[in-house]
């Protein structure tokens, strides 16, 4: 079984200042993990991935997430915050080897970001 | 650039009645999902269906749901009777695969139902 918890559900940050918003994740596999952004009245826009190529991973609008087994987190990061980036955050896992999850995936809470001019 | 498209956006419907959420998954996708998403809570998975049957589901999915590829493009959840707590965001979702790099969900823009 899969879990992802999302530490804050909400995160306010300044213009230009660093977004940090924090995913740790229990899987009994290896887990794939992934990071989806939600903009008001719209659907779930990923973010980024990591698929066991690489603990740090790039994605979009500048975000990207390093992977640490040790401490079982994913984290996402940003180094200057816009505006457009206030939306809600999704973390969420996949247990791929050897499992019965046919690809399903399981979400964190979610976590509010909110930019400040 | 293809995506998930859902209809209707937002669905007003009485306690009890019957509604069909539809979607239309990536074309060359082969891999199905339906999530919900509760007023303020996370979103749920609550069925995954490949090669016209259902492969998993959870303990939400029971009975009063099911789901349906009709034909070659869409993807139908009906909610036989709907109850008051069926009101949620939900979200189809498709993918190529279930495994390996590549074969991420892509969502549609989700239908708020609302139960009167």
């Known amino acids: 079984a899969q879990s992802v918890t999302q530490l804050g559900s909400h995160v306010s940050v300044s213009e230009g200042a660093l977004v940090l918003l924090r995913c740790n994740y229990s899987?009994?596999?290896?887990?794939?993990l992934f990071w989806y952004v939600q903009y008001p009245n719209q659907g779930l826009q990923l973010l980024l991935k990591?698929?066991?190529?690489?603990?740090l991973v790039k994605g979009i609008n500048g975000f990207e997430a390093e992977f640490k087994k040790s401490e079982t987190s994913f984290h996402l990061t940003k180094p200057s915050a816009h505006m457009s980036d206030a939306a809600e955050y999704f973390c969420?896992?996949?247990?791929?080897?050897?499992?019965?999850?046919?690809?399903?995936?399981?979400f964190g809470q979610g976590t509010i970001l909110t930019v400040h001019p | 650039e293809p995506e998930v498209t859902q209809t209707p956006s937002h669905q007003v419907t009485q306690m009890g009645q019957e509604v069909i959420l539809r979607c239309v998954p990536i074309?060359?996708?082969?891999?199905f999902y339906w999530y919900r998403q509760i007023l303020g809570q996370k979103v749920e998975f609550l069925v995954s269906?490949?090669?016209?049957?259902?492969?998993?589901k959870s303990e939400i999915f029971d009975d009063q749901f099911s789901v349906e590829r009709p034909d070659g493009s869409n993807f139908t959840l009906k909610i036989r009777s709907t109850k008051l707590e069926d009101s949620a965001m939900y979200f189809c979702?498709?993918?190529?695969?279930?495994?390996?790099?590549?074969?991420?969900?892509?969502f549609g823009p989700g239908t708020r139902l609302t139960v009167l």
């Open positions: 969420a896992v996949r247990a791929d080897a050897g499992g019965t999850s046919y690809g399903k995936l399981t």
């Open positions: 990591y698929t066991s190529a690489a603990t």
């Open positions: 269906f490949y090669n016209n049957e259902i492969s998993e």
């Open positions: 979702a498709s993918s190529r695969g279930t495994s390996g790099r590549g074969n991420e969900q892509f």
């Open positions: 899987s009994s596999v290896p887990p794939y």
């Open positions: 074309s060359n996708h082969l891999y």
